[in-house]
C-alpha cells in the first residue's frame, strides 16, 4: 500500500494539468535554445491549451457528471452512522496559528453539525490523516478534534487518524467501528469525490448512502478565467484519473459507480 500511496502523489504532481503546463513550456524553451524545431511546434501547443483552458470551461464539463451522479438523499430513520471524510483542514498552518484552518472544502465538516442534530443519537466517524509524502505527521483529524472541543463536540465524533486517501477512509474507519455495519451509514463528502468513495465503501462490504456537498460546477461560461479553469479542470483530471486507477488496481467494482436501483442493483448507464 506504501508504494501504491507514493506513486500516486509523485504520478499525480508531474502530470496534473498546472504541473504539467510549467513543464511543457520548460521543454519547448530548452529546445528552442537547442535550435530543434519541435521546440517551437511544442511551445505552439503549450500556448493553445493554455489559451483553451482560458477561454473554454473544460473543468466545469469534466466536473459536472462527477457531480451530479448522485442527488441528495432524502433522509429517513433507517440510518445506520454518519461517516464524513476528510479534505477540507489545513493541517500544517493550524498547527502553526494554533487555531483549526479550512480550505474551500470545508463543506464537509461543516455538514457534520445538521445531521448531527437529525442523529443525535447515532455514531458519527470524521475520517482522515495525512495525505502529504513530506509531511505526514500534519493530520487533518487532529484539526477536526480541535475544532469540535472549541464546540463541545469533542466526545461526539469518534477521530480517524492514519487514512492517507479514499481506499484508506473505508479501511481505517472500518477497523475504528469494530464491527460490520448493518444499516447503511451517510457518506458525506465533496459532490465530485462521492462515485469513487461511494465505490470503496461498497466494496468493502460497508452499505452507504451518499450526501454530496461542496459543489464545484455550475453554469458554462465562455469568458477569460485562466485561474478558476485550471483549478476545475485539476479537480475533474484528478477525480477522473482516481477512478480508472482504483478500478484497475480492483478498489472499486465499477469503473463510474452508480446509485442502486430499487432493486438493490447497480445503473449500468454511464452518463
Same mark, same amino acid.
Request: one cysteine or more; charged letters at 20%.
Given at each position: 500500500?506504501?508504494?501504491? #500511496?507514493?506513486?500516486?502523489?509523485?504520478?499525480?504532481?508531474? &502530470?496534473?494539468?498546472?504541473?504539467?503546463?510549467?513543464?511543457?513550456?520548460?521543454?519547448?524553451?530548452?529546445?528552442?535554445?537547442?535550435?530543434?524545431?519541435?521546440?517551437?511546434?511544442?511551445?505552439?501547443?503549450?500556448?493553445?491549451?493554455?489559451?483553451?483552458?482560458?477561454? #473554454?470551461?473544460?473543468?466545469?464539463?469534466?466536473?459536472?457528471?462527477?457531480?451530479?451522479?448522485?442527488?441528495?438523499?432524502?433522509?429517513?430513520?433507517? &440510518?445506520?452512522?454518519?461517516?464524513?471524510?476528510?479534505?477540507? $483542514?489545513?493541517? $500544517?498552518?493550524?498547527?502553526?496559528?494554533?487555531?483549526?484552518?479550512?480550505?474551500?472544502?470545508?463543506?464537509?465538516?461543516?455538514?457534520?453539525?445538521?445531521?448531527?442534530?437529525?442523529?443525535?443519537?447515532?455514531?458519527?466517524?470524521?475520517?482522515?490523516?495525512?495525505?502529504?509524502?513530506?509531511?505526514?505527521?500534519?493530520?487533518?483529524?487532529?484539526?477536526?478534534?480541535? @475544532?469540535?472541543?472549541?464546540?463541545?463536540?469533542?466526545?461526539?465524533?469518534?477521530?480517524?487518524?492514519?487514512?492517507?486517501?479514499?481506499?484508506?477512509?473505508?479501511? $481505517?474507519?472500518?477497523?475504528?467501528?469494530?464491527?460490520?455495519?448493518?444499516?447503511?451509514?451517510?457518506?458525506?463528502?465533496?459532490?465530485?469525490?462521492?462515485?469513487?468513495?461511494?465505490?470503496?465503501?461498497?466494496?468493502?462490504?460497508?452499505?452507504?448512502?451518499?450526501?454530496?456537498?461542496?459543489?464545484?460546477?455550475?453554469?458554462?461560461?465562455?469568458?477569460?478565467?485562466?485561474?478558476?479553469?485550471?483549478?476545475?479542470?485539476? &479537480?475533474?483530471?484528478?477525480? @477522473?484519473?482516481?477512478?480508472?486507477?482504483?478500478?484497475?488496481?480492483?478498489?472499486?467494482?465499477?469503473?463510474?459507480?452508480?446509485?442502486?436501483?430499487?432493486?438493490?442493483?447497480?445503473?449500468?448507464?454511464?452518463?
Amino acid at each position: 500500500m506504501d508504494g501504491f #500511496f507514493s506513486l500516486s502523489k509523485i504520478g499525480w504532481t508531474l &502530470i496534473q494539468p498546472d504541473h504539467l503546463l510549467v513543464i511543457l513550456l520548460g521543454l519547448a524553451t530548452l529546445l528552442i535554445s537547442f535550435r530543434i524545431r519541435s521546440g517551437v511546434r511544442l511551445l505552439w501547443i503549450t500556448v493553445l491549451l493554455l489559451i483553451t483552458i482560458t477561454l #473554454f470551461p473544460v473543468g466545469n464539463w469534466l466536473l459536472r457528471p462527477l457531480e451530479t451522479r448522485f442527488e441528495q438523499p432524502e433522509l429517513t430513520e433507517d &440510518i445506520g452512522g454518519i461517516i464524513v471524510l476528510g479534505g477540507g $483542514e489545513i493541517a $500544517e498552518q493550524s498547527v502553526l496559528w494554533q487555531q483549526p484552518q479550512f480550505n474551500s472544502a470545508a463543506d464537509r465538516i461543516l455538514a457534520m453539525l445538521p445531521l448531527m442534530k437529525r442523529y443525535p443519537e447515532l455514531p458519527v466517524i470524521f475520517s482522515g490523516g495525512s495525505g502529504s509524502l513530506l509531511r505526514p505527521e500534519y493530520r487533518g483529524g487532529d484539526v477536526v478534534q480541535q @475544532w469540535l472541543q472549541t464546540l463541545g463536540l469533542g466526545q461526539r465524533v469518534m477521530i480517524e487518524r492514519n487514512s492517507r486517501n479514499t481506499y484508506e477512509n473505508a479501511l $481505517e474507519s472500518r477497523q475504528l467501528l469494530k464491527v460490520s455495519p448493518q444499516k447503511p451509514w451517510l457518506l458525506v463528502t465533496s459532490a465530485y469525490h462521492m462515485p469513487r468513495s461511494v465505490g470503496v465503501f461498497r466494496h468493502q462490504g460497508w452499505p452507504v448512502i451518499a450526501y454530496p456537498v461542496d459543489y464545484y460546477s455550475g453554469e458554462d461560461r465562455y469568458r477569460p478565467a485562466m485561474w478558476k479553469n485550471l483549478r476545475d479542470l485539476s &479537480i475533474a483530471c484528478r477525480e @477522473w484519473l482516481g477512478l480508472t486507477v482504483y478500478y484497475l488496481t480492483g478498489k472499486i467494482g465499477q469503473w463510474f459507480p452508480a446509485p442502486e436501483t430499487d432493486k438493490g442493483q447497480h445503473e449500468t448507464t454511464d452518463n
